[in-house]
């Protein structure tokens, strides 16, 4: 797997990404967001959608055709002045057209279209079918072959429009229609074929495009994660391939199991649909269950915070249709998450006094022949990475840039992560793609292997993602010289309606100004709200042309007192502003020399963090390294930029209340609250 990108690729000192092929190696849900010429823009997800149109996408389109086959794509086109019919002569078992729409959709209607400047077919029928293959006597499938369950026949027809839109249709997920013809006028034509349905499934084909699913069964005891090859038919676009849940957990709790859809980013979700048993045999495969959607908000507690949309009992009608319909008011969702009673413990010990069976009465099996999800919009958030970067060396890290279009309610947010220690993780899976252990996978016949896959990942030294970069062109918020990074993006939306496109990355870097540099501060404990001097030492280490500037800088405002190097207190310039200041040495800094900088803060926050960067006057103000934290000389005990507050029994010190009542003439009596550090 070629998961690293390397900087020696990049021409001078940046690192872009601006084709296609860069943005490929990136990881994304690719059902959310596409590769649009060289850029990468979010995908709109619809309502009504005609189905047929996109049947391509899926790997559909003309299944097979009779007469006519070089004019049987137009039917699909959506082109209204091109058209097909059969061939005048020519063999009526031949008057037919079959299309496959690539995946299972919830139609409401199917519309055949007519050219109207002729008379249209007189004669025709036609045949839908779930893309349930046809069996022999023994049950194996006829490759090629479908069961057409839904049907009708248009007699004597003059009607230029024909709709086909009985109940049973919605609640019949279809992939295949066939068309017979069987009388028309020479002149007719079929100029277009219509199947509106609810709209773009956001779960068809979810871990192809990037997404993820879990089915658990038993998550409320030892959970049993099952199979993904198999977990994965109920989100495959194909009705007869459902997912076949073989647990039949009899254990003395009631036992609850769950699947949870990963949509990959985050969208205006308003419909779900659970279709569990279609076809020949209708039924549904769940009792007592739930149905709910999350953002990824977190819970205290870590947990994803869940929003409920239906808890109860499946009903007749549920068993008729063989699905279920949960509609909903529109909600930020990027997790599906439905939740049955697969072993009610109950049910069993009374049905077991009766004498009754229980397992058909009690057990739930829950399989599914496809979940499908629906929202329209652009999806309001979606998430970008790219591979793990190995800039070929330990570089120094100046400023990340980019070209954004984000329209106002858009934005984009990038991030930065950097490392020097990189992993090698070896994945081994079967031929189905099931992830297995090593041993497992020795123990497989070469036929049954699939080939291991390496990733490189990131290890124990690396950084965690810095904050959002404010501005394109802004400074590294990352620590450097290091010599892999990541990089991480957001595409986020307010309105569904509009969407931000991100055209091209960049970071720009140099070689370092010292291969290494660590720095500590003394005290490392302030008392809060007084004024308190401290001395920040470091040690530059390979830095062999020196460098002449050191930055400091700090959430609270540091003010200088004085600099020393090696000892010897050095008449330094220095300049100040809102955040900190800078010194510039009358001499040098080389390796091993000891820097110290004297100054006084006041702390108000807990954990306060003191950056020192280094800057060579010779290359410009644009280019700054910053300090590691870490043990620059022994006669300090520290190895920390960061400086606390004492650890006490009292929770507030050093703060006074004053109250003040005043009543002015001709107005109510007002009270002022303030709290004041002293």
Request: glycine share 8%.
């Amino acid at each position: 797997m070629l998961l690293l990108v390397s900087a020696a690729e990049t021409a001078g000192d940046q690192l872009r990404f601006d084709r296609a092929a860069q943005w490929n190696e990136w990881k994304f849900a690719r059902s959310a967001v596409r590769v649009t010429g060289n850029s990468l823009e979010p995908t709109r997800f619809r309502k009504d959608v005609k189905a047929a149109l996109n049947a391509s996408e899926f790997g559909g389109g003309i299944l097979k055709a009779g007469s006519n086959r070089f004019q049987v794509g137009q039917i699909i086109d959506g082109e209204a002045t091109t058209g097909w019919a059969p061939a005048s002569g020519s063999d009526p078992e031949d008057w037919f057209v079959e299309i496959d729409l690539g995946r299972a959709v919830s139609a409401r209607r199917i519309e055949l279209l007519f050219d109207e400047s002729v008379p249209p077919f007189e004669l025709l029928e036609l045949f839908l079918s779930t893309g349930e293959p046809a069996g022999e006597l023994v049950g194996n499938p006829i490759e090629g072959s479908v069961v057409f369950r839904l049907s009708e026949r248009f007699r004597e027809n003059r009607k230029h429009r024909l709709v086909y839109e009985p109940e049973i249709l919605f609640s019949t997920p279809i992939q295949v229609l066939r068309i017979e013809v069987l009388a028309f006028p020479p002149e007719a034509r079929l100029i277009e074929v219509i199947v509106d349905t609810a709209g773009d499934n956001l779960a068809v084909h979810l871990l192809e495009r990037g997404s993820a699913l879990e089915a658990v069964n038993d998550f409320t005891g030892e959970a049993d994660l099952a199979s993904l090859t198999n977990a994965q038919l109920m989100v495959d676009g194909s009705i007869p391939n459902g997912w076949r849940n073989g647990s039949e957990p009899r254990k003395t709790h009631p036992t609850w199991s769950q699947i949870t859809l990963d949509l990959g980013a985050i969208y205006l979700v308003d419909f779900v649909r659970i279709v569990s048993s279609v076809g020949a045999n209708r039924g549904f495969n769940f009792n007592l269950y739930e149905v709910m959607t999350s953002d990824g908000s977190l819970a205290p507690d870590g947990t994803f915070i869940w929003t409920k949309h239906f808890s109860g009992l499946a009903g007749e009608l549920n068993q008729q249709t063989g699905l279920a319909d949960h509609g909903f008011p529109a909600i930020s969702s990027r997790f599906v998450r439905i939740n049955w009673l697969i072993w009610d413990t109950a049910c069993a010990d009374f049905n077991s006094t009766q004498g009754q069976n229980t397992k058909w009465i009690c057990f739930a099996r829950g399989s599914t022949q496809e979940i499908q999800v629906f929202g329209e919009g652009f999806p309001r958030s979606v998430a970008l990475t790219s591979p793990l970067i190995d800039l070929d060396r330990a570089r120094n890290l100046n400023s990340v840039e980019w070209g954004a279009f984000t329209p106002p309610g858009t934005r984009l947010e990038v991030r930065t992560r950097t490392g020097n220690e990189i992993v090698e993780k070896l994945t081994y899976r079967d031929k189905n793609r099931k992830e297995v252990t090593q041993r497992r996978w020795e123990k497989l016949i070469p036929a049954f292997r699939a080939p291991v896959d390496t990733l490189r990942v990131a290890a124990g030294d690396w950084s965690p993602w810095s904050t959002i970069y404010p501005e394109t062109g802004a400074r590294s918020l990352s620590p450097s010289p290091r010599c892999y990074m990541e990089l991480n993006g957001r595409l986020v939306t307010e309105n569904e309606e509009i969407a931000p496109r991100l055209d091209w990355l960049a970071v720009n870097f140099t070689d370092p100004i010292a291969a290494s540099t660590f720095g500590e501060v003394v005290p490392l404990q302030a008392t809060p709200g007084e004024v308190t001097e401290f001395s920040y030492v470091l040690r530059p280490n390979g830095a062999p042309t020196g460098f002449d500037r050191i930055l400091l800088q700090a959430s609270t405002l540091p003010r200088f007192l004085s600099a020393s190097l090696n000892g010897a207190e050095s008449d330094v310039a220095v300049e100040a502003d809102s955040s900190g200041f800078r010194v510039t040495f009358p001499e040098r800094v080389y390796s091993g020399d000891l820097v110290e900088l004297c100054f006084e803060s006041t702390l108000f926050v807990h954990s306060t963090r003191f950056d020192a960067f280094l800057q060579d006057s010779r290359l410009g103000e644009e280019i700054r390294q910053q300090v590691d934290a870490g043990d620059a000389t022994e006669k300090v005990d520290s190895s920390t930029n960061v400086v606390g507050f004492p650890v006490e029994a009292k929770l507030l010190d050093n703060v006074t209340l004053s109250l003040r009542s005043s009543r002015p003439t001709g107005t109510e009596s007002t009270t002022s609250c303030s709290w004041i550090w002293i």
